[in-house]
């Protein structure tokens, strides 16, 4: 048997794929052209080869991306879906915005709380939100990145940035980076993000055998705290609302079920990926107290992707002095969650739409 190649290695090696140059979707009367854009580096893993497809009709923002700095081997699949989802976090912010990404879950985001806060800063508390978990992610902004904010993605290991606009001296600093991936992205304000806007259908998974599932977009009704239904005796302060209308648009993009802990507008705590959703809070709770912000859960907020099916989890919230929650409601015992809520002087808040992101 001959000796196997190194598995550190194949990490930066592009595996050569044979997939086509073209395809074409029909979706009833319509016929989509898509076109090789780039051999990825690999797939999921690197055994598996992978190519990049961008569809004929625009606006595109992922699919006509213009990389300004490959880094050694190119995107992976798992670097371009994290640039990806990182763009549909920060697309919601009108103000400057900041998502670090692994693994498709944000380990932490962070929007601007006014004048005051440079992107540098943004940056900072995003990525120290869960500084352990933003080694090796991918960094996306909503606005120009300029030099600071490039010094300090620079502090530690981050596989890519992609923002709309980068300043020169900006990219100068990141050439310094060997395996760094700069990437450029157009047309943010030009994709759909709340219900009512025009849809695109969406190819979310492909099954064992080759079926696919088609699906509209996850968009929302939710465009700021006039849209929150408040349910509770226990009523949100002004910056508990905007908190968890921050919170919500995170949250949209966690793994279900999940679950996003924040304050200031910037995430303490993610938790994604779970079977139930008091072990998401739990999880999100813990890991906040774990990477540093136990003293900053005093006054936060949380947002869960479903309803609270028991009181357990607004329990345990009342537990670290989280003030406010946001959830879509629907749940046989809302009644007793609401009253939960009220005897621990936490107030909640429904959007009447659940945001569960599966794939």
Not at 62 to 89: F, P, Y
């Amino acid at each position: 048997m001959s000796k196997p190649k190194s598995l550190r290695k194949s990490y930066r090696a592009r595996l050569e794929e044979g997939f086509p140059e073209t395809m074409k979707l029909i979706i009833g009367d319509e016929e989509i052209e898509y076109t090789k854009s780039m051999s990825l580096r690999y797939g999921e893993n690197p055994h598996q080869p992978a190519a990049f497809y961008s569809p004929s009709r625009g606006p595109l923002t992922t699919g006509a991306m213009e990389i300004l700095k490959t880094g050694k081997g190119g995107l992976s699949q798992t670097n371009l879906e994290d640039v990806n989802n990182s763009m549909n976090i920060v697309r919601y912010f009108e103000s400057p915005a900041c998502a670090v990404m692994k693994h498709l879950n944000p380990s932490g985001v962070a929007a601007s709380r006014g004048p005051g806060d440079s992107l540098r800063d943004i940056y900072a508390r995003a990525r120290d939100s869960d500084s352990l978990a933003a080694f090796g992610s991918v960094v996306g902004f909503n606005t120009s990145v300029d030099e600071g904010t490039a010094d300090e993605i620079l502090a530690s290991y981050v596989e890519g940035v992609v923002a709309p606009a980068y300043d020169d001296e900006a990219l100068e600093l990141f050439e310094g980076k060997k395996d760094l991936r700069v990437i450029r992205v157009e047309n943010l304000g030009k994709m759909s993000r709340f219900i009512g806007e025009p849809l695109r259908p969406v190819m979310v998974s492909m099954q064992m055998d080759g079926s696919i599932v088609l699906t509209a977009p996850m968009l929302t009704k939710i465009r700021g705290p006039d849209d929150l239904r408040v349910v509770t005796e226990t009523k949100p302060t002004d910056e508990q609302l905007a908190d968890l209308v921050f919170s919500w648009y995170v949250c949209m993009n966690v793994r279900s079920n999940g679950v996003v802990l924040s304050k200031g507008r910037a995430t303490l705590g993610v938790g994604t990926g779970q079977q139930d959703r008091v072990t998401a809070v739990r999880l999100a709770l813990e890991k906040a107290v774990a990477r540093g912000h136990g003293d900053e859960l005093p006054g936060s907020v949380l947002a869960s992707d479903g309803f609270f099916p028991f009181k357990d989890s607004v329990d345990l919230l009342a537990e670290y002095g989280v003030t406010a929650c946001i959830q879509p409601g629907g749940s046989i015992r809302d009644k007793s969650v609401r009253e939960a809520c009220d005897e621990h002087g936490i107030a909640m808040v429904f959007t009447d739409e659940r945001c569960f992101r599966h794939f």
